[in-house]
């Protein structure tokens, strides 16, 4: 069974740093880009970055540089996000998720003609809270 597994939310308060794994289970994550996205209560789905599992480049989403970062780590079949500085509008539910990719290619954030991301599988998604 294809599975993503979101772990490491919580409460934390601003200015603190938490870091999300992503761990998939019944499938390598080679040649798959993986990125994160999060949802505030009565927002969009908004793109955070992504990761090329294989080949090892990053995109991330302008107003995410500087404070998160995505890392793999190919021997436990997990991506991570690390998030620095963290400010209550930071505060949502962080979704990993997945779809192939070549090798050489750069990882999107783009959404397709039905108004939804292009990735295929999503995980269950972890809530991040960043109060006083």
């Known amino acids: 069974q294809l599975q993503l597994v979101e772990t490491g939310g919580g409460l934390v308060q601003p200015g603190g740093s938490l870091r999300l794994s992503c761990a998939a289970s019944?499938?390598?994550?080679?040649?798959?880009?993986i990125a994160w996205f999060r949802q505030a209560p009565g927002k969009d789905r908004e793109g955070v970055g992504c990761?090329?599992?294989?080949?090892?480049?990053?995109n991330y989403v302008d107003a995410m540089k500087g404070r998160f970062t995505i890392s793999v780590d190919k021997a436990k079949n997990t991506v991570y996000l690390q998030m620095n500085n963290l400010k209550p509008e930071d505060t949502a539910v962080y979704y990993c998720?997945?779809?192939?990719?070549?090798?050489?290619?750069?990882?999107?954030?783009?959404?397709?003609?039905?108004?939804?991301?292009?990735?295929?599988?999503w995980g269950q998604g972890t809530q991040v809270t960043v109060s006083l």
């Open positions: 019944g499938f390598a994550l080679d040649y798959n880009a």
């Open positions: 990761v090329n599992f294989s080949g090892g480049t990053t």
């Open positions: 998720a997945t779809r192939g990719i070549a090798l050489s290619s750069p990882c999107i954030l783009e959404l397709g003609a039905s108004g939804l991301y292009t990735y295929d599988y």
